[in-house]
């Protein structure tokens, strides 16, 4: 039997209080780490049947900063006055009464016109406790992560042409990230944060099979379920956020919180979008591969089959309900029905209660399911002693996302309306196409002109059978099934889309209510029909060199095309033409309102692919192994990568100005990265026994048999794309626009 044990133990006694909290006054963060384990192994049958056993486990609590903005007692109480205001520094803009079309008196809200709903909400910020109007309060809060890690295995050998293993692992995560806030308010501003648990199970069986010296079978089977369930900061608090806004459900799937209440260029409270959260993904896999050796060549045929393949998940947003003001209905217009600069402030509609964005959505479980296929064939042929050939092919098909109940929609451009799916083939259940030619040649060869030299090049092309970023290519998250209503009025809007003392209709959420020929007030989520997966070729040619006994330098080039990749963009935006979004004339109240294809829609989330992106990158390394006591390792990469697609849930540039010219968009990559260097060494110092230097007495104890090592990275910046703000981008459109300035004149006088 051998086995070990081990426990690493860090806390924070002898740290040091880092400068942000000495600065705010605030205690020291506490930073524990406890990692401790064992393992053990053991023959159970001499010479046939093995038995092991590992478990690792992690205790983690870590303080996090976190910095937020929150409204000072006067911008609570809507005195946005010029004496107040001097008194703190500060510069308001002018307010105006959006009832009479005057500035407020003394830019201050009357007390009896404030909005009791947006009272209370605003009460739950925790009072400043930093100078100035933004940023001004500052806590450390407390992040924990608690992980138990289980894995067992057993080896069996029957015989000397079998060999079974059996591997089973299983895991068990608690993870809490907190929010800005803290509390009910939470401000919490990713579903990423907040309280997750997190549980996985995997087995894997594998048998091995030698049929002869040159034929040999490999077998995998393997099963994996997980469970992961997220929730805000308050879910188990018994206040709700029905509790605060009239006609928000009041559902213990949702548990407790506030809705996610936001003041544009200020802060926010609540707690975000998709949270709760959770999936219980489900799958079986087989895995099959023949080798054979046959002369000069090496074969491999494969084949993999993932069936059945489940998910099970809830992940919608809204589901408390979100408020958003931006300021447009306390500021002044002009001729264009545009807020004029320096009038309006978004704490002002607040109070006034006049909500410019909302969206409430009712709970709605997904079972999801799908199977996937793929085989391959892969020759390794020594053509010489020097030249070695890889040629292999691999299909892979994988059919569309169902739905286990058949409940999913989609929208048909040509119609102007929602398809739903219906029991049959995969076309009708899916409402998309099913993909049946993915294959993927693969090429690749090494030449050794001589003992020092190796040329090595390759080319493949690989797929993306299942791509889901979110919600967001969902079919199955529409009406009638999942009931998810926005609305967002447009910057030359006088009107809001709701008062948030009069809240949320009663029947809001009531399925019946439903009509399916207007849909302005809900969020559809779609799919071109014609949507082939997106896929990657992939090349690259290199050469490396030996020099002398130490040294090897290499060079090569890689470069990628990428081939319909999926981008999201709103299919009913505005019509723009010219730079300029069309508009039209309200039949209802006669105003001018941007012209739109579908009128009884609202916003239409459309997955589509036609994103493109190329890589090409020159790539460089010098390397020394380790010799007398000294590693070098250098690399240096220039790169260009080039694409029209954002990378979705990433800090992207976001959706181009006009969704239909996403050809428009084409430019650097967000992760694009043009150099790199870096740097890393091994160096054992020259001291102690059977070193150069001071190789015996005390010395050669105390500073013998150490070793320092070290990386160094660096790289030139991402790019950005400039943003002119959130009035222009809503004008192009309320859901996803992103709008660069346009500059004219000469750019060198900008400073």
């Known amino acids: 039997i051998h086995g070990l044990a081990y426990e690493y133990l ?6 040091a209080n880092d400068w942000n909290s000495n600065h705010n006054h605030l205690v020291k963060p506490e930073n524990n780490q406890h990692q401790f ?77 404030i909005d009791p709903v947006v009272a209370k909400l605003i009460a739950l910020f925790p009072q400043p406790n930093a100078s100035g109007d933004l940023n001004n309060f500052v806590r450390n809060a407390l992040a924990q992560d608690n992980t138990d890690n289980y894995n067992g295995r057993v080896d069996w050998a029957p015989s000397e042409k079998n060999s079974i293993f059996v591997r089973y692992n299983y895991s068990n995560r ?135 393949m489940r998910n099970l998940f809830q992940d919608e947003p809204g589901m408390r309900g979100d408020l958003g003001f931006s300021g447009i209905y306390t500021c002044e217009r002009n001729a264009k029905s545009q807020c004029v600069s320096g009038t309006g402030l978004s704490y002002a509609d607040g109070l006034l209660g006049l909500v410019q964005s909302n969206q409430l959505t009712n709970v709605h479980f997904v079972d999801q ?110 009406p009638p099934f999942l009931i998810n209503k926005t609305q967002s009025a447009a910057s030359t809007s006088t009107t809001p889309v709701m008062i948030a003392a009069q809240g949320f209709p009663s029947n809001y959420l009531d399925p019946s209510t439903i009509n399916l020929n207007n849909l302005t007030a809900f969020h559809i989520r779609a799919m071109n029909p014609h949507d082939p997966p997106p896929y990657v070729q992939q090349w690259s040619l290199g050469f490396q060199r030996a020099i002398g006994n130490s040294w090897t330098a290499d060079i090569n080039y890689v470069g990628t095309k990428s081939t319909h990749l999926d981008t999201i963009r709103d299919f009913n935006q505005p019509f723009i033409s010219g730079n300029t979004v069309q508009t039209t004339t309200d039949p209802n109240t006669g105003k001018v309102i941007p012209a739109i294809p579908y009128s009884n829609f609202g916003y239409i989330e459309y997955t589509d692919p036609n994103g493109i992106g190329n890589y090409n990158g020159l790539q460089a390394s010098l390397i020394r192994r380790f010799q007398n006591g000294l ?120 400073v």
């Open 174 to 308: 608690f993870r809490f990230i907190p929010g800005y806030l803290g509390g009910l308010a939470d401000g919490t501003s990713t579903s990423a944060w907040g309280r997750q648990k997190l549980k996985n199970h995997s087995l894997v069986l594998g048998w091995t099979h030698i049929f002869g010296p040159s034929l040999v079978n490999d077998f995998r089977f393997g099963w994996v379920r997980n469970f992961s369930f997220a929730e805000q900061d308050p879910f188990a608090l018994q206040q709700f956020a029905g509790d605060f806004v009239p006609g928000i459900p009041i559902n213990p799937a949702i548990g407790g919180g506030v809705p996610m209440t936001t003041f544009t260029n200020f802060g926010f409270l609540g707690s975000p979008d998709f949270l709760p959260k959770q999936q219980v993904p489900q799958q079986y896999q087989y895995n099959d591969t023949l080798s054979w050796n046959h002369g000069r060549q090496s074969y491999k045929f494969g084949a993999s089959l993932y069936l059945p």
């Open 10 to 15: 860090r806390n924070n006694y002898f740290d």
């Open 37 to 113: 384990g064992g393992n053990f192994g053991a023959p159970i049958m001499k010479n046939r049947l093995f038995g092991f056993f590992n478990y690792e486990g992690t205790r983690i609590k870590q303080g996090v900063s976190r910095t937020a903005t929150v409204p000072l007692p006067n911008e609570r109480a809507g005195d946005f006055s010029p004496a107040t205001a001097a008194g703190l520094g500060l510069t308001y803009p002018t307010i105006y009464d959006p009832t009479t079309g005057a500035p407020f008196p003394n830019n201050t809200i009357p007390a009896d016109r």
């Open 631 to 750: 590693s070098i390792r250098t690399a240096y990469t220039y790169s260009h990568s080039l694409d029209n697609a954002p990378e979705e849930l990433e800090t992207n540039s976001g959706a181009p100005p006009n969704g239909r010219d996403f050809g428009a968009w084409y430019g650097n990559s967000d992760f694009d990265i043009r150099h790199r260097v870096s740097v890393s060494y091994v160096y054992e110092l020259p001291f102690g026994h059977g070193k150069s230097m001071l190789n015996s007495g005390p010395l050669s104890w105390i500073l013998g048999d150490f070793r320092t090592s070290g990386v160094y990275t660096f790289y030139s910046g991402h790019p950005f794309t400039v943003n002119s703000g959130g009035a222009l981008a809503n004008a192009l459109d309320p859901y996803t626009a992103t709008a660069p300035p346009l500059l004219v004149g000469d750019r060198k006088s900008v």
């Open 369 to 478: 399911r799908l199977w996937m296929l793929a085989a391959f064939f892969e020759d390794d042929w020594k053509v010489t002693p020097k030249l070695t050939l890889n040629l292999g092919l691999r299909y892979d098909f994988a059919t569309p996302a169902l739905n286990g109940k058949d409940q999913m929609a989609n929208f048909d451009p040509t119609s102007g309306s929602l398809v739903f799916a219906r029991s049959g083939g995969l076309r009708s259940r899916s409402l998309v196409e099913t993909n049946t030619k993915n294959f993927g040649p693969r090429f690749g060869f090494a030449f050794s002109p001589n003992a020092n030299t190796v040329i090595r090049g390759g080319y493949g092309i690989y797929y993306t059978l299942f791509e889901r970023y979110g919600s967001e290519d969902q079919l199955a998250l529409n």
